[in-house]
């Protein structure tokens, strides 16, 4: 008898942020991006000369748990989300732990991008979603296998999501999504007409 298996598994870890304490106020962690955007000049600077639209404290910020309590208490929730995923991964840490890399703000406006990237020397990464206004660009993921496709024929329309080329996962405000850093993935254009689309991604680290 014929037998056909799937392997070497993609695992994408989806959880309302709060499932876990402390409980993350969503418009109070808004308030605190728009505060620490306005106020980040260094930031600001930084866009401007790499042409990023919006605004990332990515290059500027390393210390948002100190500067805002809400940012603290985000780490806390964070730290047990990433802790499922490694269990549900099985990864094997020995007498080391995941832990947080860094943290930053994104703030994309309507018909802004973030281009397609992975993130080198990290383990887990993630994005916590604060405000997705309607038409908002969903998360798009590549499968890592692409690259190697040279001369496969595209998949029939409406395949299986394991099969897809790539998967556009959809959020919401106070969602987190975790995948293992060497997962490529990119922010399609914001089609939201007025309001911006903010997150705050993450990197943890094994140390």
Not at 51 to 64: F, I, K
Not at 78 to 93: P, Y
Request: aromatic residues 10%; proline residues 6%.
């Amino acid at each position: 008898m014929s037998q056909i298996r799937s392997l070497f598994a993609t695992r994408l870890y989806r959880a309302d942020l709060s499932e876990f304490d402390p409980r993350i106020d969503t418009s109070e962690l808004e308030a605190s991006c728009y505060s620490i955007a306005e106020d980040d000049e260094a930031g600001q600077e930084w866009c401007e000369e790499q042409g990023y639209p919006g605004y990332t404290s990515y290059a500027s910020l390393t210390d948002l748990p100190w500067r805002f309590p809400i940012f603290g208490d985000l780490v806390k929730a964070l730290d047990v989300h990433v802790a499922a995923f490694a269990e549900d991964l099985e990864f094997e840490l020995a007498d080391r732990k995941l832990v947080l890399e860094d943290l930053w703000i994104n703030i994309l406006p309507p018909g802004g991008t973030h281009s397609s990237h992975i993130h080198p020397h990290s383990v887990i990464s993630g994005t916590t979603y604060v405000a997705m206004p309607e038409g908002a660009a969903a998360l798009k993921i590549e499968d890592p296998r692409l690259a190697m496709m040279m001369a496969a024929p595209t998949r029939r329309k409406g395949c299986r999501e394991e099969l897809k080329a790539f998967v556009y996962e959809a959020t919401k405000p106070g969602e987190v999504l975790l995948w293992e850093s060497w997962l490529r993935h990119e922010v399609p254009l914001n089609m939201a007409e007025d309001d911006n689309r903010i997150s705050v991604s993450f990197n943890y680290k094994w140390e």
